[in-house]
Structure formats: structure tokens, C-alpha cells
């Protein structure tokens, strides 16, 4: 919300307070309060016919500031309010001659004595930002609506990033970002998945706890401050610090949820029917069939919209004449080796024969009069299923359980950002505050289904719509973009993005969803696609198999799936690292090398987990532009070397593209590449890249459920490499671009010198 105008005035029919100055204070062991009268209080008449800030200052965890700020307390929340997960830590509070101090561990706050109000937030004793004076504020707009506002400091050279899956520049200074979900598809403001959280490259994280449209303004009311104000009279925010931001990540997730651990399955190809497509099993199975004619692994196969009949969405009941005998159709399917995914929604149409059920026992969303919430955007007559009545969720689940008994694996919960805001819901919740909430209970109702019915290292979701929390329930892919390059660029922006606002995975659909996808994009984003977290095939009124896209995609679409499949061992290794942590699989560059300045707006290219650098190609000439950080880089593909803290201008083929390995890396590959799920230590080829003499290298090898086998390092001292692998009996280790090999039994290969069937433990004489 803006409402400056200029540097000294407001918009007109505006009305804005600013605290004066901390007049007095009170504490508890828990909690700092400042009282903050709207004028300077020099004496106790000028306490008489004016307004107060009220902040009450917290740690709800390790290195988290809370900073609450009100001016009538008395209105009453009738929430939602984000689940977080608080771990309450008694706080050192203490004053000194020029102000009152608020310490949690390394962070603290300290708020000014005197004349003027400023709160400055100090990490180890570095100043990260602050709200001076006219920073904070209680406004008042011109429809009379109240809102608390604050402004935190900006630094010369600081950048700010986060706030959701946004498909706008990646470094967000410059612009206005309102929290509220939205389906705009990909080329605009608008966003599926707003998260009230950013996190700057001075390692600090700044979160709103409100699920009401939080307004963000990013250096563009106040160049050098980030603005950010809620709807009502009291406003929550955390100040979140870490020693880099990973740390901070991990802050963050610990207080708002840890993503769950995906089953590895769920890392092969998913191949969709498509949206508008015109298909039936017959189609379903030519598709399986001619992928595995083709020698390209398929993992699951998913029905979109249409497995239920048209204007019935949704209805949860196959549609007979083109499924006549789904159950044995989905049986066929599973004896192929496949999970089955289906498309769902939380919406219900006047046709389907849920309507009727919903209506007559109070399951929808309803209007103050009690009629049903009705409108005719995407299905005609449709209702929303009201998730705050038990009952209601009780219906919708064991209509979804029975779809999971004829065989489904797994729900594409798309949808739940139109959530409309002039209704009422079955617990009296904030219709304005659910806006952006309902995607939590509905992804959290499905996901909770799974994990009860099929186990829970055996869940995963394909989720569209996300808010804060929503991380929990993976995964989560970028919505409908078109087919383009442009596109095909937002939807990495808005990927970064979604990782630097605490969700672990996330994926897209490969080729784009909208029509019009040419061979080229097709086999530029199958590379993306498939060095993403997690991979699908999917559009609107185009099938994405392979062959449809000529014999070169077919080549494509079988290099890359394979590729992925038998880095299997490393991606669940990231994948154990990003389900503790809360660090996503898919890094920004900053987050990665936050020391290296050339990272910080970089946004063509990231990191697939600790190791590997990626850098899709955006352009029918297959050039590409890409910065390699400090050290020796190899291309996994090629072997090609690459000096770091350089750019590169290079051109590829459709085999190949920027896929390096950071020097001093161990990184483990398995001996499978037709399916995501089998043994990772037995028969794993242990590559080494550019260990420098003295260095030591290291990986894990976990089962598919994230359980540790071994733990295996490699390292180098006075010419000779020595590996370390406890608990592995049948591995190989291959050696790339690390002086010959001399001495010892060995067979040449063409990306280096692969030794085989070791000890666990061997050591390798250099030259």
C-alpha cells in the first residue's frame, strides 16, 4: 500500500501516525513492550487526546525477533492464523544509556531512547536494517480503512529476494508485490503462491505473519527501504537471522515447517494426457507404450481434467465413455510398473452430482444470506467446498479414498487461488484472511489422505496454489506458461523465487502449457525439465510425447531421463539435505555463493542441489550465457573444464548444455537408469572431480527412503587419493580431470580413469 506522495506529503484522503518516541517500557523474562504515543510525550498533559503504538518484542525461536505492533487491541481475530512452530527462549533484556535492548541469541533489537523512534536489528553486532523515524506508522486510507505499516532500511548495494513464486524479475527491488493469490497464469504480477517472506543478501529474512493481503513495497515508495503494510490495527513480523542464507532458510523452516521427504518415484517422468486433449485408454496406453517402445522411462502417468466428464468438475467419477472400466485400466497401468496421478480440484459445478450432496448438507462456501457461493468462471454454477466444516472434509476425503482404492497415487490439487472474499464460512473464519489460507487446509487435507492411506514416505502432491506452510506438502509446479522462451525464463525466475521463500521442490511443465510448442523449445525445456527437482510432460490442446516432436526429441527425452534416473543416489542425498533443512533442491546462485557478488542477480542459470551448476538454454541457437564461480568446474556431460569466477559465452547442441560439477566434489551415480527406484549403493560409480592435493571430499549414500548406507570421502595428501566407503562392498570410482593414474589396475574411459570392483576402503597412487 502506498501512501506517500513524495518525500514529505501523503495522498490525499490519507491520514498516517507515526510513533514519536518509546515514552515507557515494560518486560517479562518472554517480552519487551514499547509504548509509543503518536506525539512527542514531554510531560503528562501531553498524554491527554491522542493516539499509541503499542510493540511488544519476542523470540519465538533461536535468532527470531518478533516484532508485534497495535494501536487498538481490542479487535477480535477470527483467523485463520499460520500453523508456526514456536520454541520460546528466554531473551536477555537489558537498557543502556541510549537504548532499550532485546537480545536472542546473536540478534538483537535495540530501540532508541529520546527523541525519535528506531528500532535497529544487529546480528552478531552488525547492523542488518532498521525502522527509523516516520518508519513505522498507523494509517488510516481514503476508504477509511486502517493499517499498520513499517519501513525497514535498505543498504547501499543490498538485494532482496523471495516473496513467493513470482514470475517478475528475480531481484525484487523496484516492486510493488501484493500478497494475494491469484490465477494469472505466468506473465504477470500476479502469482499462484504468495508468500509474505524475503530474505535479503545480508543474510537476513524479514517474515509477516499474516495471511491478509500483505502489501509489499521494495524500494519502490522509499528507494532505500522496504515497505510493508497489513489491513487492520495490529501487525505481526519476524526479523530472522543465520550466518549466511541457508541458515536463514533453515530459521525460517523450522518456525513455519519442514517440507516433507517426496518418495523417490516421484523424481522420474510424469507424462500428462493433457488438458483439452481428446483421449481415452486406448490413447493412454499408445502414450505408455510408445514411451517404452522407446526406450524412455516413464514412472507416472497422469490424468488431467478430463478423466471426469465436462461441466462436472469436479465429481470425482471417471467418465464412462472413454474410462468405461477404470479400475482394470488403472490395474493395466500399475502392471507396467507406473503410479497413477489424477487431476482434482476443491471446486464443485451445478451439473456434477456432488452438487446436490454439498448443497443439501452445508459443504460450500455460502453467502451472508446462506445461499450457496455461486459463480460461473471455470464451471458453471460453481461452489467451493468450505474446508472449515468437518463435516465437508470428511465428504471430500472419502470421495478421494475411493479413487485411492481403485488405484491412484497420488492428486494434482490444482487450483484454490479464486477464493472469493464476500462469503462466509462454517466457523466464522475471516473471509479476507482465508483468501490466501484456503490452499493450506485444502493441499493439507489431501496430502494427510495420502499419507494415512498409502504411508508416509509414499506421499506427494502436485500442488499449484501455496501459502505460508504450504512447503509441507510437496511438490508444488509454476502453473500455466506459454510456449516460449519467455516463458520457459519467468518460470526459472519464479522457481528461484519459490526457493528463496522456504519451499524445497518444485517443477513445470516441460515444452510450456499453452498451444504452440516447436521441436526445438520442446527438446530446450526437456533439459530443464528434466535437471528440475522433479519432471513432468504436460500442456493444454498439445500432447507432449516425445515422437510428437520428431526423432531428435525422442533422443532428447531418452538422454536426460536416463540421465536424471541414474543420478538417483545424488538427488535423494539432496533431497534427505532438503527435507531437514528446508534449503532447496533448485538454489539460486546467491544462495550458493553468497560470498561471490556476480551471483547475486544472476537468474538463467542455479544449482541442482550442493554440486551441480545448470544452465538452460533460452534460445532457438542453443547460445547460452553463464557465470562459473571460483575453482575448477567440470561439465559432466563433456568433461570440458571450466575456470572459475569467469563468464562464458558457448553454444550447445540439444545432447548437451552447462552442466558442471563443482571442484573437490564426490558425487555418486548409480548403476540404473530405467527407473527411480533401486539399490543406490550397489554397483554406484563414485566420481571424483579436481580434488586439489590436501582437499577431502564427501558424499552420502542413502536408501529411497532417505535412510543412511555410507558415508564416503575422498581425499588427496602427498599424491596419493585415498577413498573411504564404510558399508559399501560393489562400487567403482571414476576419476575426472585428476592427474593419471599409475600403479594400479585400470581401464581407459573416456570421460577419465575408471577403477573397479574396490574394497571398501583403497588408495590410489598419482603421478
Not at 510525550?41 to 499509541?52: P, V
Not at 529520546?114 to 525502522?131: A, P, Q, R
Not at 514470475?167 to 502469482?191: L, Y
Not at 501459502?467 to 519464479?494: C, I, N
Amino acid at each position: 500500500m502506498k501512501y506517500s506522495n513524495g518525500g514529505w506529503l501523503f495522498k490525499d484522503g490519507y491520514e498516517v501516525s507515526f510513533p514519536a518516541h518509546v515514552y515507557t517500557t515494560r518486560s517479562t523474562e518472554e517480552t519487551l513492550i514499547l509504548y509509543a504515543p503518536f506525539k512527542y510525550t514531554s510531560h503528562k498533559g501531553m498524554s491527554l487526546d491522542g493516539g499509541m503504538m503499542t510493540i511488544e518484542v519476542t523470540a519465538p525461536r533461536p535468532n527470531i525477533i518478533g516484532v508485534k505492533a497495535y494501536h487498538h487491541k481490542g479487535a477480535i481475530n477470527h483467523g485463520p492464523d499460520f500453523e508456526l512452530y514456536k520454541d520460546l527462549v528466554e531473551a536477555e533484556i537489558s537498557e543502556t544509556d541510549e537504548a532499550y535492548v532485546f537480545s536472542n541469541g546473536d540478534l538483537s533489537l535495540e530501540a532508541s531512547k529520546g527523541e525519535g523512534f528506531n528500532l535497529k536489528f544487529l546480528y552478531k553486532g552488525k547492523l542488518l536494517t532498521e525502522s527509523k523515524p516516520r518508519g513505522q506508522a498507523y494509517v488510516i486510507d481514503d476508504k477509511q480503512q486502517a493499517h499498520i505499516s513499517d519501513q525497514l532500511e535498505i543498504g547501499v548495494g543490498e538485494l532482496i529476494y523471495g516473496l513467493g513464486e513470482r514470475f517478475s524479475p528475480f531481484v525484487k527491488n523496484g516492486q510493488t508485490v501484493d500478497i494475494w493469490n491469484e490465477d494469472g497464469g505466468t506473465g504477470t504480477e500476479q502469482a499462484y503462491k504468495n508468500i509474505p517472506f524475503y530474505i535479503s543478501n545480508r543474510g537476513y529474512g524479514v517474515f509477516v505473519d499474516s495471511p491478509d493481503k500483505v502489501s509489499f513495497e521494495v524500494a519502490s515508495e522509499k528507494v532505500s527501504k522496504v515497505q510493508f503494510s497489513v489491513p487492520g490495527e495490529t501487525m505481526q513480523y519476524y526479523i530472522i537471522a543465520g550466518d549466511d542464507l541457508k541458515e536463514v532458510l533453515q530459521h525460517y523452516t523450522s518456525f513455519t515447517g519442514k517440507p516433507a521427504f517426496p518418495p523417490a518415484w516421484s523424481y522420474g517422468l510424469w507424462l500428462s494426457t493433457s488438458f483439452l486433449t481428446d483421449y481415452d485408454e486406448e490413447t493412454v496406453t499408445q502414450f505408455v507404450d510408445g514411451m517404452s517402445e522407446r526406450d524412455i522411462p516413464l514412472e507416472v502417468f497422469h490424468f488431467d481434467c478430463l478423466w471426469m466428464e465436462e461441466f462436472e468438475w469436479s465429481n470425482f467419477t471417471w467418465d464412462e465413455r472413454t474410462f468405461p472400466d477404470p479400475e482394470k485400466m488403472l490395474a493395466r497401468l500399475k502392471d507396467k510398473g507406473l503410479k497413477i496421478c489424477v487431476w482434482i480440484n476443491p471446486y464443485v459445478g451445478q451439473k456434477s452430482p456432488m452438487f446436490e450432496e454439498g448443497m443439501e448438507h452445508g459443504y460450500f462456501i455460502k453467502r451472508a444470506n446462506g445461499d450457496v457461493w455461486q459463480w460461473d468462471k471455470w464451471q458453471a454454477g460453481l461452489a467451493v467446498v468450505d474446508f472449515t466444516n468437518p463435516a465437508a472434509v470428511k465428504w471430500y476425503r472419502d470421495k478421494l479414498s475411493a479413487l485411492i482404492d481403485m488405484g491412484v497415487d497420488s492428486f494434482k490439487t490444482d487450483f484454490g487461488e479464486r477464493i472469493p472474499v464476500d462469503c462466509v464460512y462454517h466457523d466464522g473464519s475471516d473471509p479476507h484472511r482465508m483468501h490466501n489460507y484456503y490452499t493450506q487446509l485444502y493441499n493439507q487435507i489431501v496430502f494427510d489422505l495420502l499419507v494415512e492411506r498409502r504411508g508416509e514416505k509414499e506421499a506427494v502432491l502436485f500442488a499449484r496454489s501455496a501459502t505460508v506452510g504450504g512447503q509441507k506438502f510437496p511438490v508444488h509446479w509454476g502453473g500455466d506458461s506459454t510456449s516460449d522462451y519467455p516463458s520457459m525464463a519467468e518460470s526459472l525466475r519464479a522457481g528461484l523465487s519459490f526457493g528463496m521463500s522456504g519451499f524445497g521442490y518444485w517443477s513445470h511443465d516441460i515444452g510450456g502449457f499453452e498451444s504452440g510448442c516447436t521441436p526445438d523449445l520442446y527438446k530446450r525445456w526437456t533439459q530443464f525439465g528434466l535437471l528440475s527437482s522433479h519432471s513432468r510432460y504436460h500442456g493444454s490442446w498439445d500432447y507432449k510425447v516425445p515422437w510428437l516432436y520428431g526423432d531428435e526429441a525422442v533422443d532428447v527425452a531418452r538422454k536426460f531421463t536416463k540421465l536424471k534416473l541414474s543420478l538417483m543416489p545424488y538427488l535423494i542425498k539432496e533431497s534427505t539435505y532438503t527435507h531437514e533443512t528446508g534449503v532447496p533442491m533448485m538454489r539460486s546462485m546467491v544462495l550458493e555463493f553468497p560470498e561471490d557478488l556476480a551471483t547475486h542477480t544472476l537468474d538463467r542459470q542455479y544449482m541442482l542441489g550442493e554440486e551441480l551448476l545448470v544452465a538452460p538454454i533460452f534460445n532457438e541457437e542453443g547460445h547460452v550465457d553463464f557465470y562459473v564461480p571460483e575453482g575448477k568446474w567440470t561439465n559432466y556431460l563433456t568433461n570440458e573444464v571450466y575456470e572459475g569466477q569467469r563468464f562464458y559465452d558457448q553454444t550447445y547442441d540439444y545432447m548437451t548444455l552447462p552442466l558442471l560439477v563443482k571442484p573437490n566434489t564426490l558425487l555418486a551415480e548409480g548403476n540404473v537408469d530405467n527407473q527411480a527406484e533401486y539399490d543406490y549403493a550397489d554397483g554406484v560409480t563414485l566420481h571424483v572431480f579436481e580434488l586439489a592435493e590436501g582437499a577431502q571430499a564427501q558424499t552420502a549414500i542413502y536408501t529411497k527412503d532417505g535412510d543412511l548406507i555410507s558415508e564416503v570421502k575422498a581425499s588427496r595428501q602427498d599424491n596419493t587419493l585415498t577413498i573411504d566407503a564404510p558399508g559399501l562392498t560393489n562400487f567403482n570410482v571414476l576419476l575426472r580431470n585428476i592427474s593419471d593414474v599409475s600403479g594400479v589396475d585400470a581401464q581407459a574411459h573416456d570421460l577419465g580413469v575408471l577403477i573397479s570392483d574396490l574394497a571398501t576402503n583403497v588408495s590410489i597412487t598419482l603421478n
